[in-house]
Every structure is written in structure tokens, then in C-alpha cells.
């Protein structure tokens, strides 16, 4: 599954914004029975191999995206050091009015892009491109030194996110 911010906007540069998200998966996997298996936090995306112990994913989901959305909207407002905050907070009141299920912002993309994984082949290559993807993108050298992902955890360390090991 992959969340997107609208716009493709790198709000996750910032780290309070990023620790969010962090925060609000392992909020999640204690209290409303997300299972992750992997991870990855990109500037304006997330990556994420999940499942529900508990009731329906899909409401799982609904509520960590709208409180996400929320909590990191109003960091964002209330940051004066933000240099990008009257821009970022312009293209999110744009999507927002473009969307009848807003009240006023708009944060994540409506599409999660869900891909079901039927086969061991297909989750190597989803759990491969999550954790290849800060190495792609030329942030790190190695998939296990960046900081937002589950590679630390499947490279034998200990990350931000528990994980179940697929």
C-alpha cells in the first residue's frame, strides 16, 4: 500500500512531521491490531506491507490517515520556522476545496494504490523496492541506514516500527 501527500509535496523532510507517522503506526499496531510487515517513510510518501488482527483494515487505515493528516496540518501551521508553510498550506487548502469529503485541507492523495501479495515471489519484490527505495532515491547508500524503514529490522538491528517479519 502507498500513501501519497498531495501534490507530491515533501513535507517529510522535516523530521517532526515524519515522527508523526511513526508515532502514529506504532499508536496503531498497539491499539488497533495493525500488523506491519515492512515499511518505508519517503519525503512525500509512504510504503507500507500491512494487515489487521483486529476488525477492518480499511477503518484502521481511514483513522490513522485522518489523524496523521490532522496532527501534521497543524504542526505545519503552527510552525513559524516552516519556510514552506503558507505555500504548503495553500496547496492543501486547494485539494481540500476540490474534495467534498474535506472540511477545509487535504493532505494524503485519495488513492492508497493496495496490491494484494498472493505469492512469496511477489512480496520478495514489494518488500525489495520498499526498502531499495531511499536507495534509489539516492538518500542512502545502504537500504538498512535510513532511518524511516523497516530494513534496519529485516538486516538483523532494531527500528522505529515493530515489524512482523513476512
Given at each position: ?32 491490531g ?15 506491507i ?41 496547496i ?75
Open positions: 500500500m502507498t500513501f501519497a501527500v498531495v501534490e507530491w509535496i515533501d513535507v517529510f523532510t522535516r523530521r517532526q512531521y515524519a515522527d508523526v507517522v511513526v508515532d502514529s503506526l506504532n499508536y496503531c499496531q498497539k491499539e488497533k495493525l500488523e506491519i510487515d515492512a515499511w518505508c517513510l519517503m519525503s512525500n510518501h509512504l510504503h507500507l500491512i494487515s489487521s488482527s483486529k476488525g477492518e483494515l480499511s477503518d484502521v487505515l481511514r483513522d490513522f490517515k485522518k489523524f496523521t493528516a490532522s496532527k501534521i496540518l497543524k504542526s505545519i501551521e503552527n510552525n513559524v520556522q516552516e519556510s514552506r508553510r503558507a505555500w504548503m498550506l495553500w492543501f487548502k486547494s485539494a481540500g476545496a476540490k474534495n467534498s469529503n474535506n472540511k477545509i485541507y487535504q493532505f494524503w492523495r485519495q488513492s492508497n494504490q493496495p496490491k494484494e501479495l498472493e505469492t512469496n515471489k511477489f512480496k520478495d519484490e514489494k518488500l525489495n523496492y520498499i526498502h531499495m527505495n531511499p536507495v534509489e532515491a539516492g538518500v542512502v547508500n545502504e537500504a538498512e541506514h535510513y532511518r524511516y524503514s523497516s530494513a534496519i529490522d529485516y538486516s538483523g538491528g532494531k527500528g522505529l516500527v515493530e515489524v512482523c517479519f513476512l
